[in-house]
């Protein structure tokens, strides 16, 4: 009887309450259409079974509505897990597609990072991986390197060479093999005749011919205004550290600086650079003429010569327009450079960039009856020398690029 009263109060409060009454009646429901839940969920089974028990008449109601709220509620969990699921599927696709892409975009960054590493000339990742392409590649039957082989370098040969780059970034070492090679210019072949200097005039013994032949050439080619007993002057030549300090303080002191180096980093300490200048008959040191700086721009290069710091290439070289500053650097490099409106630091660049043995073609350029074939083989800092592929046999130069590496020259 309580439990009919309890049950009665309820359907009276139920029809008070239609909130109340959706509650209530739902619930025997529940437990008795889906006694499988009550497994699952103890804490619901546990505290149905008095309700159900409470309400016996009530199982034989069919309340429509009341039976659709609760597959609606059951409906919606399992729409909540189903959701869940398929987010959980979407975030798993997600991650996956999105490793893939790092993994597939991770070769780019490589690849650009590479590009950047090689600007800069001391890069030993840059260096390693090029210097294990070069050795790795074998000449191939027929290919223009066939027959070469590798001749090894001390990696202290990178500051040595008709190719060496002095300038504001990279010192000069003034290694040994410099030195037994400078000689005085006073009482050389045309000393007298075409050209005068002080004995204290010195230049590296391997650029002399050439320039002999260039200034000897210039004097006939320029008769009008080096005949009448004005002579060329080589103003300077080799300078030793000492002497650049000297004359980098006076520079500085008179704010001319921008034509002059810091002690270490001028080209002149190399013996393969100089200056010219007319001495007068009158005894009278000036600039080159007209005519005389128009035919040595012109034909310099053809001796080997370029003009080192022209106007254009300030901004790179860092040094202000030197017309009178002649560079020996060999008479492909010189025609190659001056053909192709480059500075000495471009050509390094570009041999280094763009012609590196194993890695491009070789710069191929035809002078005359010769032909030349140039490339650069990167210093290999993993050891203390380097395998420099070079021709087995003919004639070849290897000359460092005080910077990072070697230039090898074949005449064929
Ligand atoms: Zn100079």
């Not at 960039?353 to 650069?376: V, W």
């Amino acid at each position: 009887m309580n439990n009919n009263d309890s049950n009665f109060n309820r359907q009276n409060r139920n029809t008070q309450n239609p909130s109340y009454q959706q509650q209530s009646s739902n619930r025997p429901q529940q437990s008795g259409n889906r006694p499988q839940q009550g497994g699952s969920r103890p804490q619901q089974g546990g505290s149905r079974p008095q309700q159900s028990g409470a309400r016996p008449p009530q199982k034989g109601k069919p309340p429509k509505k009341k039976v659709r709220f609760h597959p609606n509620k059951d409906g919606i969990m399992a729409i909540i897990a189903l959701l869940l699921g398929v987010i959980l599927v979407i975030t798993i696709i997600v991650c996956v597609v999105k490793a893939i892409s790092d993994a597939v975009s991770s070769d780019k960054p490589t690849t650009e990072s590479y590009i950047t590493t090689s600007d800069t000339l001391d890069s030993s990742t840059t260096t390693e991986s090029t210097t294990t392409a070069f050795v790795t590649t074998a000449p191939q039957a027929g290919a223009w390197n066939e027959g070469y082989v590798l001749q090894n370098y001390s990696n202290t040969k990178v500051g040595e060479g008709d190719l060496v780059l002095v300038n504001y970034e990279y010192e000069y070492s003034f290694p040994s093999s410099m030195e037994k090679k400078i000689i005085s210019m006073y009482g050389q072949t045309g000393h007298g005749t075409s050209y005068v200097l002080g004995s204290n005039i010195k230049l590296n013994t391997t650029i002399v011919p050439s320039l002999v032949k260039m200034l000897d050439d210039m004097k006939e080619a320029n008769a009008d205004t080096l005949s009448n007993g004005d002579k060329l002057l080589i103003s300077s030549g080799h300078r030793t550290l000492e002497y650049q300090q000297e004359l980098y303080d006076k520079a500085v002191a008179s704010g001319t600086e921008g034509y002059s180096a810091k002690a270490g980093y001028s080209e002149h300490h190399t013996g393969l650079a100089l200056d010219l200048k007319i001495y007068t008959s009158k005894g009278a040191t000036i600039d080159l003429r007209a005519n005389e700086q128009d035919w040595l721009t012109s034909n310099c290069a053809n001796y080997g010569f370029i003009i080192r710091y022209p106007s254009e290439k300030t901004d790179i070289t860092q040094i202000l327009e030197e017309s009178w500053h002649f560079r020996y650097i060999g008479v492909p490099h010189a025609q190659y450079i001056t053909e192709n409106g480059l500075c000495l630091e471009e050509y390094i660049e570009l041999l280094r960039e763009e012609h590196t043995y194993g890695k491009a073609e070789p710069l191929k350029y035809t002078s005359g009856d010769n032909e030349y074939i140039i490339y650069f083989v990167p210093a290999n800092e993993a050891e203390s020398s380097t395998a420099v592929p070079v021709p087995a046999s003919g004639k070849y130069t290897v000359s460092g690029n005080n910077a990072d590496g070697f230039i090898v020259t074949v005449t064929k």
